[in-house]
């Protein structure tokens, strides 16, 4: 990895809380030229440090008003098709991420529903019915912190 400097870094703290700011904004509040700016954050793509940008949508203004982390662990068959169970998991709507974990599970899921009893018929429904599926194990968000990652 190239190195970044402080200017970088805070080029990416900056995006990480405000993935809108034009090359302009940024370049105004770190005494930048707009171009220098511009510059800087295609160099950073070009390293594949700024990976994207993506829009992050309220989802409980949008009717999902439980967040379930669900941790999954295959049946010992079920882990021969890891990849069927990925392909099925990533099809149901409602499971907003999946990743492959090493530890009492296989996977852990974060799941979004409307409320609980919505969330009790995607678990029966849809997940407990998927291949190789083991035992399940599930944790309701209460609330959450965002938070920059270590820039």
Sequence with gaps: MSAIDDTDREILRLLS???TL??????ERLGLSQPVAW????????LGIL????LELDLAALGFGVTVFLGV????????ALGDFERAITAIP????????LGLYDYRLRVVARDLG??????????LTLPGVGNVEANVLL?????PGPI
């Design 39 to 46: 510059r800087r954050v295609r160099r950073l793509e070009g």
């Design 17 to 19: 809380g405000d993935a």
């Design 143 to 147: 609330s959450e912190e965002r938070r």
């Design 94 to 101: 409602e499971v907003q991420t999946v990743e492959h974990v």
């Design 118 to 127: 919505d969330f009790e018929r995607v678990l029966r429904r849809r997940i």
């Design 22 to 27: 034009t090359s302009a904004a940024l370049g």
């Design 51 to 54: 990976a994207g940008r993506r």
């Design 73 to 80: 662990k295959l049946a010992a068959r079920g882990r021969l």
